[in-house]
């Protein structure tokens, strides 16, 4: 059960290699990153409505609203393997693009949501339609690119989604406040202009996503060469490397224990991501009470957007940091242990201020890690088996993502406040990282480098 021992360091070893990486990362991972922000705004648009009006107009409890948005991800599960595998067999450019257009139908009908049964119903409907979109995005891009690479590609893509609360918690609050425009609420109002953009970039997407370099005609033929070589040079490597076992068949990712403890490791991360993403506006909320304190909805917005800004900032740094050293298990364990640390240390700060700010340790942390800990499978996973191991471990994120919205709803309930729930966050991201450092425990040291730790790969 070894993970890949080394992480290559990404150095252009040529001129075509170095235009080549320059194109894919300025005309293809911005596209798929703006995707990804569209889908990850509306997938967290309801903690932005919850705070402002939605809650009080549909009589929502904290378990209500837990339950409402964790059932999102049980719809996304139910379809999630099979969208992988119908993307690996009629190609990203159509298979994202029909995604996208569904999720923007079911995220519009939100604006019209009347009742607690309609609300979980039409959550349950967008994790269905959504379902595949992420794991297909970093299938998609991870076939693009070589593994060392992958690093770079994948923390440029997953920058979308701190910037999304960054940019999209104050256009959140700013649509919010044009209440009574169409005679709506102003959180539907919120609703309906988030939902729109994602069925324009679907019917774009169709156009301009392209599913094979060997088809880019904005790549030299030099370029187009070179990328098919490599990347079959590196599936035939993984193939081999895996045996009978890593055939590209289904069997390989079911299979293989890695995947496993991966989809756990990841489960850790997911679970403090949600809690935070679907709860900090109605903590921040919860401020004005516990601090004598008043903030307009404006001002939450803001306060909301204030962690996940550092968070970009470090996810970039930290990403670069291990595309040019070589991504080791630090890369993941490390911020693991941080967040699981500092997420608790939230309960004793005295203020708003301070509180927001160990929060956003936290932030920096989970997104740190992510886009690191997404070139793992790749890198001994091709094919059909690809597909579904990455899926796999995507489907554990999404039962993260239902039980930490649920149960941070219910435990809030039950106890009275947010203190029990935050202390099961940070278990669940020392889990992680104690599950990062188990599997690279048991991966065979380099032969050119006997006495360095185990690394791995992204």
Known sequence: MPVSPASPVAKPRSAVEASAIRKISTRLVPFVALMFFVNYLDRTAVSFAEPNGMGEDLALTAAQFGFASGIFFLGYIVLEIPSNMALHRFGARRWLARIMVTWG?????FTWVNGTEQLYTLRFLLGVAEAGFFPGAILYLSQWVPSRHRTKILGLFYLAQPLTTVLGAPLAGWLIGHHGLFGLEG??????????????LG???????????ADAKWLTPEERDWLTTELAAENAEKTGHEGKHAKGDLKAAFTNARVWILALVYFGFVYGLYALAFFLPTIINGFQEEFDTTFSVMDKAWITAIPYL????????WSRHAT????RTWHVAGPAIVGGVSIPLALYMGSPGATVAVITVTACSIFAALPVFWAVPSRFLTGAAAAVGIALINTAGNIAGFASSYITGWLKDWTGDYSVPLYLVGAFMLLSAALMIFLASRAPQSPSAPSAPAETQR
């Open 324 to 327: 040019r050293n070589g991504t």
């Open 203 to 213: 019917v774009v997407a169709w156009f301009y996503l392209i599913d094979r370099p």
């Open 310 to 317: 550092p968070a970009a900032v470090v996810l970039y740094f």
């Open 187 to 200: 959180w539907r109002v919120m609703f309906l202009f988030v939902s729109v953009p994602a069925i324009l």
């Open 105 to 109: 139908v079911v995220s519009l009908l």
